[in-house]
RNA sequence: GGUCCCAUCGUCUAGCGGUCUAGGACGUGGCCCUCUCAAGGCUAAAACACGGGUUCGAUUCCCGUUGGGACCGCCA
């Protein structure tokens, strides 16, 4: 039984992943792992007009970042339009569809005069019964959608959703160009597929009842569904461009973890508990649809920012070092193909993880260890290096020239008796070391600071502050 | 306009008739820690949309109102 569980994913590429579609691929990927069923990637490209390989390319490429596996695929419906055919040329000859010869411009008409008489918006139906070809025009296919009875969309999420089937309308199936359209294709992949449980968005759930006629005229079982609530932006409309970044890349370049993305995603709209941080493993384990809300959910980028911060934390140093490599790069700090030190780049990293909310800022935050020469800040200049400041420095940079534990500890009985022999307390001293070696007055412990910038440097721009003061 | 969906703090949510003086998280304020910044700890303010039922008892069940959203395309 669980081994049968076949779920897709089946984005248009008529643009990047973004956030939406992300969720509802998570939420597929996790009830296959979860069932230990297949997850199938199919490209629902029969707009022509509007899709392009340039956007599967880059929809596999954020699958691939947040790690979502599939098992098959990606297919391509324009691959299969031939298949398409077959089934409506097999819908006509039943006479369970029809040519209309209504034109897309008569149609547009009656539609915007539908909504001027505040009539409801539906294909009337004319070409129903129409006997002969019209000629001259390039006829459509449309469903015959059974006009009497209801229908009802039995789904895991909302359970029973009851439809009027006098209210749904006699849908395109296949394009005066000849190709098909989606509510139909969708219907035929799923079915050839073998699709046991449709996961998709809430947007989807009025189409439902047309796609299920599909399958009763084609004689399919019905798949499970389970129609999961909206995202939405702040001003609580479907989450847009207008709303800042939507692509799932994006995050990847503004330094965000896949798995803190893939963390906060699942937890719009889906709980265990109160739990908020859980591994892959414990999603996998954990998910269930009786869990998942009914009502859509606003996406809060602070939230998220927060989320990152936690994975960035909990991330080890090592790993973190590769991963920020990249955005060294992309803020100048180190040319491309440069190679580091990855050891000591990880004992940097080290100090400041618990301060970086992304790899972008971990990058920045990076700099003033891996440079040269450190950049002053000017007011932290002005307040830390000056003539009260001075002696200090020169006592300091003395003591530690004849100083060889660069450690944490080694260094700590150095920085305590300097500050007693001054009368100081510890900032007085600390402040305008931590300006001398990162330029600025906000940095991890002035001993770690030390301990990563090691001897050599760190006499270096002592030298250069006492030096800067004189 | 029609159809459908939805409704707990600003936001994400827990709650599946009594445990609710409604819990957690983000964010916000305060305090503590402290060499700065973080992290961490403590703490405060902050919600059951409204009106009817059902029930001994409703945040929880039903109906309505209001509000929000989605869909209504030869887009998916």
Same mark, same amino acid.
């Given at each position: 039984?669980?081994?049968?569980?076949?779920?897709?994913?089946a984005?248009?590429?008529?643009?990047?992943?973004?956030?939406?579609?992300?969720?509802?691929?998570?939420?597929?990927?996790?009830?296959?792992?979860?069932?230990?069923?297949?997850?199938?990637l199919?490209?629902?490209?029969?707009?022509?007009?509007?899709?392009?390989?340039?956007?599967?390319?880059?929809?596999?490429e954020?699958?691939?970042?947040?790690?979502?596996?599939?098992?098959?695929?990606?297919?391509?419906?324009?691959?299969?339009?031939g298949?398409?055919?077959?089934?409506?040329?097999?819908?006509?000859?039943?006479g369970?569809?029809?040519?209309?010869?209504?034109s897309?411009?008569?149609?547009?008409?009656?539609?915007?005069?539908?909504?001027?008489?505040?009539?409801?918006?539906?294909?009337?139906?004319?070409?129903?019964?129409?006997?002969?070809?019209?000629?001259?025009?390039?006829?459509?296919?449309?469903?015959?959608?059974?006009?009497?009875?209801?229908?009802?969309?039995?789904?895991?999420i909302?359970?029973?959703?009851?439809?009027?089937?006098?209210?749904?309308?006699?849908?395109?199936?296949?394009?005066?160009?000849?190709?098909?359209?989606?509510?139909?294709?969708?219907?035929?992949?799923?079915?050839?597929?073998?699709?046991?449980?449709?996961?998709?968005?809430d947007?989807?759930?009025?189409?439902?009842?047309?796609?299920?006629?599909?399958?009763?005229?084609?004689?399919?079982?019905?798949?499970?569904?389970?129609?999961?609530?909206?995202?939405?932006?702040?001003?609580?409309t479907?989450?847009?461009?207008?709303?800042?970044?939507?692509?799932?890349?994006?995050?990847?370049?503004?330094?965000?973890?896949?798995?803190?993305?893939?963390?906060?995603?699942?937890?719009?709209?889906?709980?265990?508990?109160?739990?908020?941080?859980?591994?892959?493993?414990e999603?996998?384990?954990?998910?269930?649809?009786?869990?998942?809300?009914?009502?859509?959910a606003?996406?809060?980028?602070?939230?998220?920012?927060?989320?990152?911060?936690?994975?960035?934390?909990?991330?080890?140093?090592?790993?973190?070092?590769?991963?920020?490599?990249?955005?060294?790069?992309?803020?100048?700090?180190?040319?491309?193909?440069?190679?580091?030190?990855?050891?000591?780049?990880?004992?940097?990293?080290?100090?400041?993880?618990?301060?970086?909310?992304?790899?972008?800022?971990?990058?920045? *935050?990076?700099?003033? #260890?891996? &440079?040269? !020469? %450190?950049?002053?800040? =000017? @007011? +932290?200049?002005e307040?830390?290096?000056?003539?009260?400041?001075?002696?200090?420095?020169?006592?300091?940079?003395?003591?530690l020239?004849?100083?060889?534990?660069?450690?944490?500890?080694?260094?700590?009985?150095v920085?305590?008796?300097?500050?007693?022999?001054?009368?100081v307390?510890?900032?007085?001293?600390?402040?305008?070391?931590?300006?001398?070696?990162?330029?600025?007055?906000? *940095?991890?412990?002035? #001993?770690? &600071?030390? !301990? %990563?910038?090691?001897? =050599? @440097? +760190?006499?270096?721009?002592?030298?250069?502050?006492?030096?800067?003061?004189?």
């Amino acid at each position: 039984m669980t081994d049968t569980i076949r779920v897709r994913f089946a984005p248009s590429p008529t643009g990047h992943l973004h956030i939406g579609g992300a969720r509802t691929a998570l939420f597929n990927w996790l009830y296959a792992r979860h069932n230990g069923g297949t997850f199938v990637l199919r490209i629902e490209d029969t707009d022509r007009t509007r899709s392009t390989d340039e956007y599967i390319e880059a929809i596999i490429e954020g699958m691939k970042w947040l790690n979502l596996e599939w098992q098959e695929g990606p297919f391509r419906q324009t691959d299969r339009f031939g298949v398409y055919r077959d089934y409506v040329e097999k819908l006509v000859q039943e006479g369970k569809a029809y040519h209309c010869y209504c034109s897309a411009e008569e149609l547009e008409q009656r539609r915007h005069l539908a909504i001027a008489q505040g009539k409801p918006q539906k294909y009337d139906g004319r070409c129903r019964d129409l006997k002969d070809p019209v000629p001259g025009r390039n006829p459509v296919v449309r469903f015959r959608t059974p006009q009497q009875g209801e229908t009802v969309v039995d789904d895991l999420i909302r359970g029973s959703v009851v439809f009027e089937n006098s209210q749904l309308d006699d849908l395109i199936i296949l394009r005066s160009d000849n190709t098909p359209t989606y509510n139909f294709t969708v219907v035929v992949d799923d079915v050839d597929m073998r699709i046991t449980h449709v996961i998709r968005g809430d947007d989807h759930l009025n189409n439902t009842p047309k796609q299920i006629h599909i399958y009763r005229a084609l004689g399919y079982e019905i798949p499970k569904f389970a129609h999961l609530p909206m995202i939405l932006g702040a001003d609580k409309t479907r989450l847009s461009k207008r709303h800042g970044a939507t692509s799932v890349m994006a995050y990847y370049e503004m330094g965000y973890l896949p798995d803190a993305l893939v963390n906060y995603l699942v937890r719009l709209g889906w709980s265990h508990g109160d739990q908020e941080v859980f591994s892959r493993e414990e999603l996998i384990n954990y998910f269930s649809f009786e869990n998942v809300g009914n009502a859509a959910a606003v996406f809060n980028p602070e939230k998220l920012l927060w989320l990152n911060q936690q994975y960035i934390m909990a991330t080890p140093p090592e790993k973190l070092a590769e991963l920020v490599t990249p955005f060294l790069v992309k803020e100048t700090i180190i040319a491309e193909g440069q190679a580091l030190d990855m050891a000591w780049l990880a004992r940097a990293v080290k100090t400041l993880q618990e301060r970086a909310k992304t790899l972008v800022e971990l990058a920045k *935050s990076l700099r003033y #260890y891996i &440079v040269e !020469e %450190v950049t002053f800040d =000017e @007011k +932290a200049k002005e307040k830390f290096l000056n003539d009260k400041s001075l002696p200090l420095l020169k006592d300091l940079n003395n003591a530690l020239a004849s100083h060889a534990d660069f450690s944490h500890a080694g260094l700590e009985p150095v920085f305590k008796a300097l500050v007693e022999k001054h009368g100081v307390k510890l900032g007085a001293l600390a402040q305008p070391v931590r300006v001398a070696m990162t330029g600025g007055t906000e *940095s991890p412990g002035i #001993y770690e &600071v030390l !301990e %990563v910038i090691g001897k =050599e @440097k +760190a006499l270096k721009r002592l030298e250069k502050a006492v030096s800067i003061i004189a």
